[in-house]
């Protein structure tokens, strides 16, 4: 019997079973995004800062040290890197193009765009003046969010397989295949074409992207907000009570 195809599987899930879906994965996904937060403020003053590199002079436990930078800098990378892992037909994968392929129907936006309605009850106006302006509110609001809801889901269809197939993933997830997932001479996408090797930073570039794809698509989706900014803060904050009190005391050579 031959296996399933993704968009076989797609294709036979009901509206309702799709958006479901999507807000069960997306909370799934967004799961995730703490820690990576967590490694991404770690690797700031890890990788990115003088902070411990500068109190290690010209010894031997320079060597241990770089090992540690490049350990914890290829683990952010890997990562990031399975927020963009696509899907297959076992939808097992956790990613933004799991959602993403979930809610790429027509009829599934409108599900999603409904919903957000739903959180606006139709209050019918009474006599009552407050009653009035309460039902006139909800009114106004019903129309404004369900306009933004369509809006980004829409916008959001096209952005995220643009985001996927541009040169900024392509270069961060070949250095992930070929050098931290895997151990290969080439990839299968440097077998198709040139691949740009990624540069330092590009992760950062791209950890950006996704924040802001997966509060996106947190709010719209499930209705609720999810403040990743904040999320960062106290990483950041986690990160440099540790490090910022971290002091080595190494003899040079």
Not at 168 to 175: D, F, I, K
Not at 207 to 216: F, G, K, R, S, Y
Not at 220 to 240: C, H, M, P, S, V
Request: hydrophobic share 40%; glycine share 4%.
């Amino acid at each position: 019997m031959p296996r399933p195809t993704l968009p076989d599987v797609l294709e036979r899930m009901s509206t309702d079973e799709r958006a479901e879906k999507a807000k069960l994965k997306i909370k799934q996904v967004v799961a995730r995004i703490s820690g990576l937060l967590a490694l991404a403020e770690s690797n700031a003053l890890i990788v990115y800062s003088p902070l411990l590199s500068g109190q290690i002079p010209p010894s031997t436990a320079g060597h241990a040290f770089n090992v540690f930078q490049r350990a914890m800098h290829g683990f952010e990378i890997v990562q990031l890197c399975a927020l963009w892992d696509k899907p297959d037909y076992t939808l097992a994968h956790n990613s933004i193009p799991t959602v993403h392929a979930l809610i790429d129907r027509d009829d599934v936006v409108k599900r999603l765009v409904a919903d957000v309605r739903n959180f606006w009850p139709d209050r019918t106006a009474s006599e009552s003046s407050s009653r009035t302006e309460f039902a006139n509110y909800n009114a106004k609001m019903r129309q404004e969010e369900a306009g933004k809801a369509l809006a980004v889901l829409t916008s959001l269809r096209k952005s995220v397989p643009d985001t996927l197939e541009s040169d900024l993933v392509g270069s961060v997830r070949n250095l992930r295949d070929r050098d931290l997932a895997h151990a290969l001479e080439r990839t299968r996408a440097e077998d198709k074409t040139t691949v740009a090797p990624m540069k330092y930073g590009d992760e950062k570039e791209l950890l950006a992207i996704t924040t802001q794809v997966m509060e996106d698509l947190y709010l719209w989706i499930t209705g609720t907000n999810f403040d990743l900014e904040e999320n960062r803060k106290l990483q950041r904050e986690r990160a440099e009570a540790l490090w910022g009190n971290c002091n080595f005391s190494i003899l040079g050579r």
